[in-house]
């Protein structure tokens, strides 16, 4: 039995990944917390893309395992009742920060990482499709990304995770190759809870359980920015507590502990970078990528971590300045907006999705997730 183990050890270390123990302090106040059963650490290096509504490979969780990833915030409305949540149950998970909000909202991305949640990088402006787009703006909207978020955490002395995620999981070859030359493991998931759609949240959290229920493990996306997926969480984390399942949190090499930031190494210029042709997908172009790459990190390796402390230093000003109450003020003013957006994209004949296609391009990868096109608000991811 002894011997069985060590193999089992020895095969998920050669794959990339390694296993701690299972996290042994109490959840204060909360005796009968969910907790987070254990961290898996995903190095890039060794298993650069995973998560099956996208790629072949995803983590090699147990039987009644689950990785809880949210998308698309910060936004303080949503972003902080999540948080109560998942610090009243113990529970770890990993945010995918979009760009220009952890620009906006610093002070909320810090708050993130002192929760001891792993924070991944999910693209500067969430383009509705990043694989049809030109392939400079494509890399930009990763590079800016990173400056932000790393700029956001700096201040607090937090490092972002090598990990990025496509938004609505728009990829190609050529992208996937950009992300990995960057030292980033792609991360997609592997079922969905429909959160963003025009659905109940009693609907949502049946689908997030019942798909769960019939993979049996996986990584479950839902998103900070809504509140039905603020509604159902509570309930959701103690379901999954009644029903036997254990938390697992993707950390990524070194651990999940705070850790002094360090400028990260510098992205490819995106006009080097990209092919002069928009749009190629070919090996040639993938490699076309790569080579720019590499090179464009020696000539700006020297300037970056001089924008990345000049960003930090503005941000941590104006998140010593700005209070929650403002910051409260601001996000309702844009939901008010977005809400009336939302109730003209309602009416009949309007289009109410941003689209749909990242749950159809693989129907034998995940049939089982049935979405109707009608009911979509936003991307998937």
């Avoid at 392939?135 to 400056?147: F, G, H, P, S």
């Avoid at 993938?286 to 924008?307: Q, S």
Wanted: a neutral charge; glycine letters at 6%.
């Amino acid at each position: 039995m002894v011997d069985m183990r060590l193999i089992v050890l020895g095969g998920m270390l050669a794959a990339g990944l390694s296993v701690c123990p299972a996290l042994a302090a109490d959840c204060p106040g909360n005796p009968d917390a969910l907790g987070t059963a254990r961290t898996i650490t995903v190095d890039p290096a060794k298993m650069p893309r995973i998560g099956s509504m996208s790629y072949p490979q995803t983590l090699p969780l147990e039987r009644k395992e689950v990785v809880l990833t949210f998308d698309d915030g910060p936004q303080p409305k949503y972003t902080g009742p999540v948080l109560d949540t998942l610090a009243h149950e113990c529970v770890k998970a990993t945010f995918f920060i979009i760009g220009s909000l952890a620009k906006e909202y610093p002070d909320w991305v810090q708050r993130v990482a002192r929760a001891g949640h792993s924070i991944g990088n999910h693209s500067e402006t969430h383009p509705r499709y990043i694989d049809k787009i030109p392939q400079d703006k494509a890399l930009k909207e990763i590079d800016d990304a990173t400056v932000h978020i790393e700029a956001a955490l700096a201040p607090a002395g937090y490092k972002m995770a090598p990990f990025f995620r496509f938004p609505g999981f728009r990829h190609t070859e050529p992208l996937d190759q950009y992300v990995n030359k960057q030292g980033f493991a792609v991360i997609g998931a592997d079922f969905p809870a429909d959160d963003w759609t025009f659905i109940s949240p009693e609907t949502v959290l049946k689908r997030a359980l019942d798909r769960l229920e019939r993979r049996g493990s996986g990584i479950l996306l839902l998103h900070d920015i809504h509140q039905r997926t603020v509604t159902i969480l509570p309930r959701l984390l103690r379901e999954l507590k009644a029903r036997g399942y254990q938390v697992v949190q993707m950390v990524p090499p070194g651990g999940a502990e705070p850790a002094v930031a360090a400028a990260p190494a510098a992205p490819a210029s995106a006009a080097e970078a990209a092919p002069k042709e928009a749009g190629a997908e070919t090996p040639a172009s993938a490699a076309a990528l790569a080579a720019p790459a590499v090179a464009a990190k020696d000539t700006v390796a020297n300037a970056l971590p001089e924008t990345i402390a000049a960003i930090a230093a503005s941000a941590e000003t104006e998140s010593k300045a700005a209070s929650l109450p403002q910051a409260l003020a601001k996000d309702t003013a844009v939901k008010g907006a977005a809400k009336e957006t939302d109730s003209k994209q309602a009416q009949p004949g309007a289009v109410q999705q941003r689209h749909t296609a990242s749950l159809r391009r693989h129907p034998t990868r995940h049939a089982e997730v049935k979405t109707n096109a009608r009911n979509l608000r936003d991307s998937p991811d």
